[in-house]
């Protein structure tokens, strides 16, 4: 997959809720009832985390929820990339860029949301065709006022902030005309999660999904 067409398809994800859930998911069974809930909510596009060694077999079990789109979030490396292929992961999200994990997504032909947090990432992104990216760490980068001022000289770049958004913040960046939409782990607190309430969490995730975008 060249990285056009991965931006491409990217953005199509994207474009389908404001929010995409981050997940960190401790225990593989809450998985597919986690996955429903987010999805009846009105958030289908949904980004386990490589963060826990429950991650894989979280993302095998949501990759079968009708309506849900699973990928994998902290690709860091080949490896990562071939683990989250092999369990059903359509998409990865990355929290920064090396050669080596864009030439393994592209090779495995899966669509990637790479980080950046500067003009330079940014460009070197957009220098090899990847238009769509992630801007992390969103608030400790300097938030929604640095990726306002990105917007003036990079103009063909599109952005999913990540990293300290919540319901209250995320106003100000979905206002953007550069940013797609945002990523958030707000939608499902691990408490919320540990106790099973789905319902409060497809709430949430309405509430979430209820967000404007520019």
Not at 3 to 32: D, F, G, W, Y
Not at 120 to 146: D, H
């Amino acid at each position: 997959m060249t990285p056009a067409a991965a931006s491409e398809k990217t953005m199509e994800l994207c474009q389908l809720a404001p929010v995409i859930p981050v997940l960190v998911i401790e225990n593989a069974a809450h998985a597919r009832p986690l996955a429903e809930a987010l999805v009846a909510g009105g958030l289908p596009v949904l980004e386990v985390t490589l963060r826990t060694p429950a991650a894989l077999d979280a993302i095998r079990e949501m990759a079968q929820v009708p309506g849900g789109i699973v990928g994998a979030g902290t690709l860091l490396t080949p490896a990562d990339v071939d683990a989250a292929v092999a369990a059903g992961a359509l998409f990865g999200v990355s929290p920064g860029a090396t050669d080596r994990l864009l030439g393994a997504c592209e090779a495995a032909a899966l669509p990637i949301l790479p980080g950046a947090a500067t003009a330079t990432e940014a460009m070197r992104l957009l220098e090899r065709g990847y238009r769509v990216q992630k801007f992390f760490p969103a608030e400790a980068a300097g938030g929604a006022k640095l990726l306002r001022a990105l917007a003036a000289p990079l103009p063909q770049v599109r952005f999913c902030p990540t990293g300290g958004i919540s319901l209250a913040n995320a106003p100000s960046y979905l206002s953007l005309p550069n940013t797609v939409c945002v990523g958030g782990s707000w939608v499902a607190p691990k408490e919320l999660m540990e106790r099973g309430d789905w319902d409060a969490i497809t709430a949430l995730a309405a509430q979430a999904a209820a967000l404007v975008t520019a």
